[in-house]
């Protein structure tokens, strides 16, 4: 399996820009989570996503963030208007809930607002 | 609000002696406890998860539980360069909460 897959790796968009961040979970997976991670406040969740329904999405820093998940395969978190606090790594996980409760992690998207 | 607790480091371990990573949290009601390793620029990777009060044992890795104390510590036996790297502590009751992690660095 390819693993959990981001995209972009990086992005360099000045304040004010849409940022449109995409995930695509490992197949089979029923769960999927967005976090935050930066240095001052390390890693925070910011929403996650049961059978693409959003369950608990208390983590989302204000409305400027929004999450979507329309299928089981693919997920997007958008930043409108992005804001240099923004500027952080992003990543996307996803998990089946059994027991072990391991959640793959992707890669990580990269994120600086200018 | 829930806080998962832990010294920043960076922790400085000998090869081959012993690690010891610490963690204390908030919530008594937490049920889940899990310790994931993340190298540099990469991504977190999960390790160990524990849910009872004591010990859990896997290879070189121990992860120790103590929830009268709400404590939780990472034992790495025959400490290795590789296993340098930082630590977070998760801990789970409703959602998962992450501490700041701690920085290893192993010393050849």
């Known amino acids: 399996d390819a693993g959990v897959i981001q995209s972009p790796r990086h992005e360099v968009t000045e304040m004010g820009q849409e940022v449109t961040l995409r995930c695509k979970p490992i197949s089979g997976h029923d769960y999927l989570f967005w976090y935050r991670q930066t240095m001052m406040r390390g890693l925070e969740l910011l929403i996650y996503f049961n059978n693409n329904v959003p369950i608990d999405d208390s983590g989302m820093p204000e409305d400027r963030f929004s999450a979507k998940m329309p299928n089981a395969s693919f997920s997007t978190l958008k930043i409108q208007p992005s804001e240099p606090r923004d500027s952080a790594v992003y990543f996307c996980?996803?998990?089946?809930?059994?027991?072990?409760?391991?959640?793959?992690f992707g890669p990580g998207t990269r994120l600086l607002v200018l | 609000q829930k806080e998962v607790e832990q010294n920043s480091g960076p922790l400085s371990v000998p090869e081959g002696a012993i690690a010891s990573l610490n963690c204390t949290y908030s919530d008594r009601g937490s049920q889940s406890f899990f310790w994931y390793r993340q190298y540099s620029g990469k991504s977190p990777e999960l390790i160990m998860f524990i849910y009872s009060n004591g010990d859990k044992e896997d290879g070189r890795f121990t992860a120790q539980l103590n929830k009268a104390s709400q404590y939780v510590s990472l034992l790495i036996r025959d400490s290795q360069p590789s296993d340098s790297a930082t630590y977070l502590c998760?801990?789970?009751?409703?959602?998962?909460?992450f501490g700041k992690g701690t920085r290893l660095h192993i010393l050849p």
């Open positions: 998760a801990v789970r009751d409703d959602k998962i909460i």
């Open positions: 996980a996803s998990t089946v809930r059994d027991r072990g409760e391991t959640q793959y």
